[in-house]
């Protein structure tokens, strides 16, 4: 038993994570002996990231998606996520206060990590959000953002942009907060489901 020390989550860890999510001490716990039980390295690699995403998206292919929001929550580029960079982004894909998921957001939509968003990165993102829609689902929308193209013209129209334009942080979050609208064409929330599925893994 040399690596009870490895099992358990460190003080000062657990106190930025409780300050910084909505998260309490014993959920907090039990999600890093259940993270160390399926990723004994303590990382979690792309391809158990999109594993994860895949289990909670069965009638849809979140493969894309599942890469975009890996990359932008993994904050030191190391091709992995550990337990706090994990906890994070479960905070900010299921919840969180609007700013940070803001700065997210637009970290997501940032592909290239210049710190602008151009018109085919906001293409890519609403890409990859449609293939996690079912296709009976699509049927269902707008006659405006049924399709991709539609949804990010939408976007990109309501930032009042040339096509070459590019967005900045400040002025996406800025937008975003000015109409729940696009708050609402940017992001593919289904936090119940995903809720769900986690309180399943807990069990």
Sequence with gaps: MGNSKSSALSKELLEELKSNTKYGESELC???????????????????????????????DPTEYARHVFRSFDTNADGTLDFKEYIVALHLTSGGKTLQKLEWAFALYDVDGNGTISKNEIREIVRSIFNMIPADD?????????????RAEKIWEFFG???????SEGEFIQGVMDNKDI????????????KDKLKEKKQ
């Design 161 to 167: 942009k040339k096509d070459n334009d590019k967005i």
């Design 30 to 60: 039990t999600w890093y002996q259940s993270f160390l039980k399926e990723c004994p390295s303590g990382k979690i690699s792309k391809q158990q990231f999109e594993g994860i995403y895949a289990s909670f998206f069965p009638d849809a």
């Design 138 to 150: 699509q049927k269902n929308l707008p006659e405006d953002e049924n399709t991709p193209e539609k």
């Design 183 to 194: 708050l609402r064409l940017i992001q593919y929330d289904e936090p119940q489901k995903i």
